[in-house]
């Protein structure tokens, strides 16, 4: 079992910054793959970004490219997505997620998911 949990969210301008962090637990840490999710009221699930175990490839959501980085910290065993020029579409509740393999992952399949966070974006 992997247990996950999301910090850092909060409510925040347009234009501001916020990173949010991802405590894992449970499992060696860099059996997985882990990832962002996020999703607003009404929408569907969707992915934000993911790093795989070995640090060597990064994913990232069209809608965030340049401005979201996801990052892992073995020692620590974090997992960190730091946004910049937030914007009000980029309100949702986020997830953190871990997954076996980097595919399964980013289709959303990962095997553990955290508890969430919320973003708000106020214009």
């Known amino acids: 079992q992997v247990q996950l949990v999301e910090s850092g969210g909060g409510l925040v301008q347009a234009g501001a910054s916020l990173r949010l962090s991802c405590a894992v637990s449970?499992?060696?840490?860099?059996?997985?793959?882990m990832g962002w999710f996020r999703q607003a009221p009404g929408e569907e699930r969707e992915f934000v970004a993911a790093?795989?175990?070995?640090?060597?490839?990064?994913n990232y959501g069209d809608s965030v490219k340049g401005r979201f980085t996801i990052s892992r910290d073995k020692a620590k065993e974090m997992v960190y997505l730091e946004m910049t020029s937030l914007k009000p579409e980029d309100t949702a509740t986020y997830y953190c997620s871990a997954g076996t393999t980097r595919t399964a992952l980013i289709s959303g399949q990962g095997e553990y998911w955290g508890q969430g966070t919320q973003v708000t974006v106020s214009p």
């Open positions: 449970g499992q060696t840490f860099l059996a997985y793959s």
């Open positions: 790093i795989t175990r070995g640090y060597d490839f990064l």
